[in-house]
């Protein structure tokens, strides 16, 4: 890591505002493929000063607070953080969100607030995530973080369906106001796709599970192995006593990809891939193994962010060859470059414009190769990009021995399909007022993936907390 001289704490702001900045510190790429840890080096209090120090402060509303969906005051953390304030810092963020030391690592930072920080114009970015993830991190060394007393104990029962970025913040909130909360997952183990999909070398399970310890200390009770629409609906929930629901169920069904052999040994989806990779046994879910050994040759097929976890994870497997195809052209791909970049530096490679169309067994049935099929670039689709098409006899055969498909995600319409009055669109999205998170029916809340599509932990974060609000205004409505 980058030692940065006490004396460029002591100099003049904007001398400073102008000295040469540095990347995110990682681990070289040679040594980081051997484990599966965290990527990113720990700052050092000096360095955690210097880079706040490079905040010119913005007059209000700063264009970071605003692109951040939690609005965090970021130019006051970085003040606090410059001045060596950091537990002051960390609860500052813990005031707009519910899990800063969790959005300081996974968020899009390049696309929000360090996209619009006007550094920018100048030299690089402040590197607000780092910070954030590193005064939350000193918090818990220096200071365990004390879950609150509830301010009015032995509220109404409320119950929330879902235990990922939005049914914890949601939860959390609710508890901290009073309520009696129980969260009920299909999984054996709270976190949603930030312990069950996020790889551990860009989110460490342990902030995860530490965070989720805190929300549960606070009085959150968390009921595991529970699908609510199969095990039991939204009406027996209500029937049970539980005077208001929050449903934060995610869009969990991955995009089957309909060609020859795509059910073979060796063919795995995205999120399986991850998990039975990624996740320590004692948390699979039941019925569930480790994979162990994936070969030498893996294919990813996709373009988004789970694609890029995966070539990482693959890499880590100790696969030699790791390639991703990808039907349109890098420009079109809708993942994040950041990972993309990592990916590459980890080993993996791309081929764009390369579409599989059947996955062919060996012997023994399982995976052997990959037929594809070279596309190219026709009129926009429906969703603006270029729409890709097969080039006449171009078909290769590329073998492998893992095949991971990574081609998006579909909601689950399980919760809609047996909770009569529940609104729905797009195969399975709950409607709901965007301001409130209130459903079509009474007493009924929503947020998250289950309502806009996959999107971010932030924003699920931002969706929970929003209709945590809203529970209190409509419980409190009918107390009176
Ligand atoms: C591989 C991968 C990597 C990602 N990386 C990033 C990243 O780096 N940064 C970022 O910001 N975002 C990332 N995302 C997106 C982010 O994880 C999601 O947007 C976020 O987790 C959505 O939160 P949620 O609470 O709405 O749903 P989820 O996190 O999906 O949680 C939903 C929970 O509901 C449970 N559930 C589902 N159906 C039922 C049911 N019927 N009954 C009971 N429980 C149910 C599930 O078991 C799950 O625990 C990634 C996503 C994936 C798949």
Request: charged share 25%; net charge negative.
């Amino acid at each position: 890591m980058q030692a940065i001289p006490s004396e460029f704490l002591a100099i003049d702001r904007k001398q400073r505002a102008r000295l040469p900045s540095y990347h995110i510190p990682t681990r070289p790429p040679e040594e980081r493929v051997c484990d599966f840890n965290d990527i990113v080096l720990p700052l050092d209090e000096e360095t955690a000063r210097f880079e706040a120090s490079r905040c010119i402060h913005c007059p209000d509303p700063a264009p970071c607070v605003q692109a951040c969906p939690a609005h965090n005051d970021i130019p006051s953390a970085m003040w606090l953080i410059e001045e060596g304030k950091f537990l002051e810092a960390a609860q500052l963020y813990r005031q707009t969100s519910s899990l800063p030391e969790i959005c300081g690592r996974v968020c899009p930072h390049e696309k929000l607030c360090q996209n619009s920080c006007v550094q920018n114009h100048y030299d690089e970015p402040v590197l607000t995530g780092l910070l954030e993830a590193f005064v939350t991190d000193y918090e818990r060394r220096y200071r365990k973080i004390h879950p609150r007393e509830p301010r009015i104990p032995h509220r109404q029962p409320v119950a929330v369906v879902g235990a990922g970025p939005a049914g914890l913040a949601c939860a959390e909130q609710l508890s901290r106001l009073g309520y009696r909360v129980t969260i009920f997952d299909a999984k054996p183990r709270p976190g949603g796709l930030l312990l069950y999909g996020i790889p551990n070398f860009k989110l460490p399970k342990d902030v995860v599970l530490e965070r989720i310890d805190d929300i549960l200390a606070a009085g959150v009770k968390f009921v595991g192995n529970t699908f609510i629409g199969r095990d039991k609906t939204i009406d027996d929930l209500f029937a049970e006593g539980f005077e208001a629901v929050f449903i934060g169920v995610g869009t969990g069904i991955d995009a089957p990809m309909k060609v020859p052999g795509a059910d073979l040994p060796g063919v795995y989806q995205g999120t399986e891939f991850l998990i039975r990779t990624n996740v320590a046994e004692e948390f699979l879910p039941q019925g569930m193994e480790k994979i162990t050994g994936i070969g030498r040759r893996v294919v990813v097929i996709g373009g988004g962010d789970t694609a890029s976890d995966c070539l990482r994870t693959a890499v880590r497997m100790g696969a030699q060859h790791v390639t991703c195809l990808y039907r349109r052209t890098e420009k079109e791909m809708p993942g994040g470059k950041k990972d993309r970049e990592l990916a590459r530096q980890e080993g993996a490679t791309f081929q764009f414009l390369t579409q599989p169309v059947r996955f062919l067994p060996g012997e023994d049935g399982r995976l052997k190769a990959v037929e594809c099929v070279r596309m190219e670039l026709g009129e926009p689709d429906e969703s603006g990009r270029r729409r890709p098409i097969p080039i006449e006899g171009s078909n290769f055969i590329l073998e492998a021995d893992t095949a991971v498909l990574a081609i998006g995600y579909w909601p689950d319409p399980t919760i809609g399909e047996t909770t009569p009055d529940l609104e729905t669109r797009k195969w399975g999205l709950i409607v709901t007022d965007p301001e409130t998170g209130a459903t079509s029916r009474a007493g009924v809340f929503a947020g998250g993936d289950a309502v806009t599509g996959p999107d971010l932990v932030v924003t699920a974060m931002v969706a929970g907390r929003k209709a945590a609000q809203a529970i209190d205004a409509y419980l409190q409505a009918k107390t009176r």
